[in-house]
């Protein structure tokens, strides 16, 4: 008696993906014939239809769901044993794959990656870059080994995802040289109304933490005078640098442009609470990994290196 095996497996999710035999065969390298073979052998063997053939397309059965969603399990499994069995050359190879949130990726993590290719140089790291939402995710479902982030761990997968704080970072209110604000020695928190702002998206940790910071002292972010919603930190600061509007930017990537003069950080005082106190945003650098998936050597090797940097 035959039994399914992983090529068959591997083809039959490239159909179920495609939705068409010949670009699943396309994507696989095989012929359109072997890939009509391996799901006819998979239907034969089990009795069941995968596929409903209608007209010139194809489309998925109730069966055929069943054995996707088991299928991708089986082959996800099959990836960390190889990947498991490659590493018992104490880390001479191997891959380490990475999620961090932009403003981290681009700036606080690219020396901790260094520092790590140094001990393992054989080890490619593939490190995915995203706004902290998509980071939670995906480590949440196992895209990455360790997700690094700064703000919040999204409420839906918090249960599910460790959290350790490896560093912190800083929000600056900046303005750029052309901004009332700019040769101010601070502002209060009833003045952020008096500005146009730039902010990052929903999503992002950078917004994330300015909200909630904001909340903090009473003050509703809604009410700011938003003119411009931006993707990506260096899109907001580009845009403050020529004048519009004031920005809350992680202190990590205006270094620089604080030092030249092109952007002026300035504090700001709470006026609303009493408290007649600067407005300090500091926010942790997060090491994410999931709770119960299989952790790697790798992971490991690069978790230890990250606590004996803090």
């Given at each position: ?55 010139r397309h194809i ?235 299989f952790q790697t ?14």
């Open positions: 008696m035959s039994s399914m095996t992983l090529d068959q497996l591997r083809i039959f999710l490239a159909v179920a993906e495609q939705l068409h035999f010949t670009r699943a065969a396309e994507v696989l390298y095989i012929t359109q014939p072997a890939v009509s073979a391996a799901v006819q052998s998979l239907e034969t063997e089990y009795g069941v239809r995968l596929f409903d053939r209608i007209g489309e998925i059965t109730e069966a055929g769901k069943l054995l996707q969603v088991e299928a991708k399990k089986i082959l996800e499994q099959v990836a960390l044993t190889e990947r498991g069995l490659r590493e018992l050359n104490n880390l001479q190879r191997g891959e380490l794959k990475l999620g961090a949130s932009l403003t981290i990726g681009n700036y606080w993590l690219p020396d901790k990656i260094s520092q790590f290719k140094q001990l393992y140089p054989g080890i490619f790291v593939n490190c995915t870059l995203a706004n902290a939402d998509d980071i939670c995710e995906g480590t949440a479902l196992g895209l990455f080994d360790i997700g690094l982030m700064a703000g919040e761990v999204k409420p839906s997968v918090k249960k599910s995802l460790d959290q350790e704080i490896v560093g912190s970072d800083r929000l600056q209110i900046v303005v750029g040289k052309s901004h009332p604000w700019f040769e101010s020695k601070g502002i209060t928190l009833t003045e952020l109304f008096t500005t146009d702002w730039v902010m990052r998206e929903s999503g992002s940790g950078t917004q994330q933490m300015f909200e909630q910071a904001l909340k903090n002292r009473n003050i509703d972010p809604s009410e700011l005078q938003v003119i411009l919603v931006l993707t990506s930190s260096e899109m907001v600061k580009a845009a403050v640098e020529n004048g519009v509007g004031a920005a809350a930017i992680p202190e990590l990537m205006i270094k620089k442009e604080l030092q030249l003069g092109t952007l002026r950080s300035i504090p700001i005082i709470d006026n609303v609470n009493n408290l007649h106190q600067k407005l300090d945003i500091v926010r942790p650098i997060l090491k994410l990994k999931h709770q119960q998936r050597r790798l992971a490991k090797a690069f978790e230890q290196m990250l606590i004996t940097l803090i």
